[in-house]
Nanobody, 126 residues
Framework: QVQLVASGGGLVQAGGSLRLSCVAS????????MGWFRQAPGKEREFVAA????????QYTDSVKGRFTISRDNAKNTVYLQMNSLKPEDTAVYSC???????????????????WGQGTQVTVSS
């Protein structure tokens, strides 16, 4: 099993920044892909960003391209999501996830992620 613990959420004004962290423990592997997903009230969970096992391949949903950056520090088993120029529509609960097999090109479909951490609330005020 892999345990994921996300942190870093909070309340920020529009235009501000936050950095989310997700620490993995247990039977984790640096070759597993890691992703961030978010769920706003009344909406389905959606893909935000993902990074492959080597860290060289990343994917972003269109609405965050140029504003969010995903990265990983395999020595610390940690994935980060740097969020800049935040908008009120970014308000959601953000969750991190990990695949259970080596994936150097990270999947976008949440069904391909086997492990999930608890969410961290991000609220952007206008």
């Amino acid at each position: 099993q892999v345990q994921l613990v996300a942190s870093g959420g909070g309340l920020v004004q529009a235009g501000g920044s936050l950095r989310l962290s997700c620490v993995a423990s247990g039977r984790t592997s640096t070759t597993y892909a890691m992703g961030w997903f978010r769920q706003a009230p009344g909406k389905e969970r959606e893909f935000v960003a993902a990074i492959g096992g080597t860290g060289s391949n990343t994917q972003y949903t269109d609405s965050v391209k140029g504003r969010f950056t995903i990265s990983r520090d395999n020595a610390k088993n940690t994935v980060y999501l740097q969020m800049n120029s935040l908008k009120p529509e970014d308000t959601a609960v953000y969750s991190c996830a990990a695949t259970s097999t080596s994936r150097y090109y990270p999947p976008l479909n949440l069904r391909e992620y086997a492990y999930w951490g608890q969410g961290t609330q991000v609220t952007v005020s206008s």
